[in-house]
């Protein structure tokens, strides 16, 4: 069936240059089968960004979150998210913030997070580095991990801000599995993670 996918995605790419990757993972509290959120995962084609959607839910109010794509994925039924390795760091660099260029932050880090007043965050990220097609910078099959505090970007100074940028204990993890290769005839709009951004807000806030 997966086969059947990708061909698909293939031909489509060839016709119209549109293919979609998507990828999902689901993130439980560490080491607990607590379900706190889910994340999206859509790269349009090999060129452009992969944007993050999704709700994480359950923080505390107004805390700030280190974010990143840890190396190894969780073994089926493994809920402690420290089996999630290092950093995702294909390049061997040192650790940076979201904002770094390739040559200066690992592929795998995301920055920072910031849960508003009711603790929900709402996941709206668009980043160049990690990816679904290209397979060395390919976040398939590895795992999210969002931290107790704050991700100092590898500025603060600490012991370990050059590996993981102090960002705490990992409060929550999950695996993120690419599931769904994604044919469109119809590109749409980049405005659509923002709507769906908007009406998750009115939901919940
Ligand atoms: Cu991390
Ligand atoms: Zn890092």
Do not use: W
Not at 112 to 117: F, K
Not at 124 to 133: G, H, N
Not at 144 to 169: E, M, Q
Not at 185 to 192: A, D, G, L, N, R
């Amino acid at each position: 069936m997966k086969l059947i996918f990708i061909t698909l995605c293939l031909l489509s790419l060839v016709h119209t240059k549109h293919c979609s990757l998507v990828a999902t993972a689901n993130l439980h509290i560490d080491s607990a089968q607590v379900g706190i959120g889910t994340l999206l995962f859509h790269q349009r084609d090999p060129a452009s960004p992969v944007r993050i959607v999704g709700i994480i839910d359950g923080l505390k109010s107004n805390t700030v979150h280190g974010f990143h794509v840890h190396r190894d994925p969780l073994v089926t039924g493994q809920l402690n998210c420290t089996a999630a390795g290092p950093h995702f760091n294909p390049y061997n660099t040192l650790h940076g913030p979201r904002e770094a260029d390739i040559k200066n932050r690992h592929v795998g880090d995301l920055g920072n997070l910031t849960a508003n007043e009711n603790g929900i965050i709402v996941v709206e990220i668009s980043d160049a580095i990690i990816d679904l097609y290209n397979a060395t910078r390919s976040i398939a099959n590895r795992t999210i991990v969002l931290h107790a505090i704050r991700d100092d970007g590898g500025k603060g100074g600490f012991p370990d801000s050059n590996t993981t940028g102090n960002a705490g204990a990992r409060i929550a993890c999950g695996v993120i599995s690419a599931t769904m290769e994604e044919s469109e005839v119809k590109p749409y709009s980049p405005k659509v993670a923002t709507m769906i951004t908007d009406f998750l807000q009115k939901l919940f806030l």
